[in-house]
């Protein structure tokens, strides 16, 4: 089978965001076990101008389920933003991962040349389907995923580049 | 048109390797406007265990060149991962995109169901084309790309999410 537009985004989305749920919850334990307020990691930046592990996460369920639902030409279920334990980082997951699961192959594929308008910071930019999965969807989705990791494991939660990976 | 194994690959590591290249740049002038040795920066990581920003650049640069050649069924080149210097990994940089620049469309299109079989640690690992790309390849290029940023950010050098995913 060819591969297809589908096949390139979606179980991508949610396998990895299923990935990034099994770390949210190593670093919970590690939390308890060390006697570290959970807000200290769910606050932790890699750089005082960069953004902190929450917003990583709350940017990746963006960058999938907003890559769904374009692609398919619905909307995206709208989520606030204001996740700040880890059951609620995980619970952010759990919806994006249900609304990914509710988004089909059909949906999806052929919408190689579908015109998607993103708006950022007021201005509009203007893609392709493909090129917008390709250089846009993807470099963002695993920028923010990788650095919710490198905040953990800079501060000191004990997991690999298998538990990124989903190697089990 | 369809979207290919090529196009999901090659020019997208061309692209990624390309910003990397730059920020690599950034990051040689940092070091000489405030009089820090390369090699600090060269050889920062985010944790004691995890790797140092060379050894992301080599292993980004290996992502790539290997699935080009696993894919097009042909030798990938061979680097002896000894860049110590920023001039010696932009070289490594730009030997990994004229390689990925001398594999074409035909050679790469239609691997979907292609056996790649890779060994590490000693084990051998089997995989389809598709899935070795999906679900080994890009996660693990985005990844030695992010952290080789982030390591960079960690370090003060000021650069953005546009200079990671090449937006000029």
Redesign the interface.
């Known amino acids: 089978?060819?591969?297809?537009?589908y096949?390139?985004s979606i179980?991508?989305f949610i396998?990895?965001m299923g990935n990034l749920s099994v770390i949210l919850d190593k670093a919970a334990a590690y939390a308890e076990t060390k006697k570290i307020d959970p807000s200290v990691l769910i606050n932790a930046r890699?750089?005082p101008d960069?953004r902190p592990l929450s917003f990583q996460v709350q940017v990746a369920s963006d960058m999938a389920k907003g890559c769904a639902a374009r692609l398919a030409g619905i909307d995206p279920p709208s989520f606030p933003d204001t996740e700040s334990t880890f059951p609620e980082l995980k619970e952010r997951i759990a919806k994006t991962i249900a609304f990914l699961k509710s988004v089909n192959a059909a949906q999806i594929d052929g919408t190689?040349e579908r015109d998607v308008v993103l708006k950022m910071r007021g201005q509009e930019t203007r893609f392709k389907g493909?090129p917008y999965?390709?250089?846009?969807v993807?470099?963002?989705f695993?920028?923010h995923l990788?650095?919710a990791?490198?905040i953990l494991?800079?501060n000191?939660l004990d997991i690999g580049?298998a538990d990124?990976?989903g190697v089990r």
């Open positions: 089978m060819s591969l297809s537009m096949q390139a179980p991508v396998h990895m890699l750089a960069m190689e493909q999965l390709l250089t846009y993807l470099p963002n695993y920028f990788t650095t990791y490198a494991r800079h000191g580049k990124f990976l």
